[in-house]
């Protein structure tokens, strides 16, 4: 007689610095989550609890120390490979039913969450890791780039991104100023500042592999009273940029169980047409065409209509957007990879981005989804 396993054991997976691994034990399926840092450890739990007064989130089963870590097991939500995240909804070829649906329910719940917990909040009782821990003294940004230099584009553009200051940029056809020193000067004062921020409870880092479809929030040690627009920027980039384009490309080891999204990353990635130096006139060219699925095109669309313009409208009716997205974006841009440590194309790409980002004439609502169209004749 063939008895049900007492246990059994998935494979394991890495994301970042932390483990985890599926098992059923007596039939009771469980996600089991290893990481090394007893501060993250706990803020992941303090995190859960306070995100499921207001998200659907699984249940904690245990948190147990254990040599070199912390172990924390958590009910394991159905899934499997392709299936199971908005990711698999965002590698459809076009944007379904499915992902409508699921996309209303996911920004009419943040919506009213936010609404209902937003408060001014000093910096200091807000969640910083994403961006003032990065941005202060001995945080990222010093260790990417304080004592760092580097091309622009090896054997594309060769200039250090320390004269950049010195070139006029024309990007597509547009002309812009990219000041590499300055730039991670406002921001490291930016993330200094003592001015109250708006704040909400919020899981703080929203991402196709946080939230599960059916929907629900995962990876809490980022959860608590968040910058709101931290959070529109966090899921706006990761959307339109990361999620389809930079992260697979760099971390292929964390889609193993969502092999679709390699079959994406082309139509994710944009495309280099153009990328000169001109000595005579002190000007680089940089000419890209702009790729991006229609599923996340979709996704990134119903966050800006559906929960950035409305939680603006209520709480900012008379700010301008682009200058409150903008220190979390560059953030987000500069803050995640270390541009040195990426292949040529994708640094000039994000460099291009980061320009487009920091000029007066950035326009967030169509800088995250761009409409693809043929790259300016040089």
């Known amino acids: 007689m063939n008895g049900q396993p007492l246990l059994k054991i998935g494979p394991l997976r890495r994301f970042t610095r932390n483990l985890l691994c599926p098992f059923d034990l007596l039939g009771r399926p469980v996600l089991m989550k290893y990481t090394r840092d007893p501060v993250e450890a706990r803020e992941e739990v303090r995190g859960r609890a306070r995100l499921a007064r207001h998200y659907r989130v699984p249940a904690l089963h245990a948190r147990l120390r254990v040599p070199g870590g912390y172990l924390i097991a958590y009910e394991r939500l159905p899934g499997g490979t392709d299936h199971g995240l908005l990711l698999d909804l965002l590698n459809a070829p076009e944007p379904t039913a499915e992902l409508h649906s699921y996309l209303r329910q996911l920004t009419t719940t943040y919506r009213d969450v936010i609404l209902s917990t937003a408060w001014p909040t000093a910096p200091a009782h807000v969640v910083r890791k994403l961006y003032w821990d990065r941005a202060a003294p001995g945080g990222r940004l010093d260790a990417y780039y304080a004592r760092a230099d580097f091309a622009v584009a090896d054997g594309l553009i060769d200039v250090p991104v320390s004269r950049l200051a010195t070139y006029t940029l024309h990007i597509n056809n547009r002309r812009h100023h990219l000041d590499w020193t300055a730039t991670l000067r406002w921001l490291r004062a930016h993330f200094a500042r003592p001015e109250p921020v708006w704040a909400a409870l919020t899981q703080g880092d929203p991402t196709d592999v946080n939230l599960a479809h059916p929907l629900a929030w995962f990876d809490y040690d980022t959860a608590g ?154």
């Open 225 to 378: 009273m968040n910058s709101i627009p931290g959070e529109f920027a966090n899921f706006l980039w990761y959307t339109s940029a990361l999620g389809g384009w930079l992260v697979p490309t760099y971390n292929a080891a964390a889609f193993a169980d969502h092999p679709a999204t390699f079959d994406h990353i082309a139509a994710n990635t944009p495309d280099v047409r153009r990328a000169e130096v001109d000595d005579t006139t002190s000007t680089i060219h940089i000419d890209y065409t702009p790729r991006l699925s229609a599923p996340r095109r979709t996704a990134v669309s119903t966050c800006w209509h559906q929960l950035v313009q409305p939680v603006a409208q209520r709480l900012w009716p008379d700010a301008d957007l682009a200058n409150l997205l903008r220190p979390y974006l560059a953030m987000r841009v500069l803050g995640v990879y270390n541009l040195s440590d990426l292949a040529p194309k994708d640094r000039l790409l994000l460099l291009a981005r980061l320009a487009e980002a920091m000029s007066p004439t950035f326009d967030p609502a169509t800088y995250f989804a761009p409409q693809e169209s043929p790259c300016p004749t040089p």
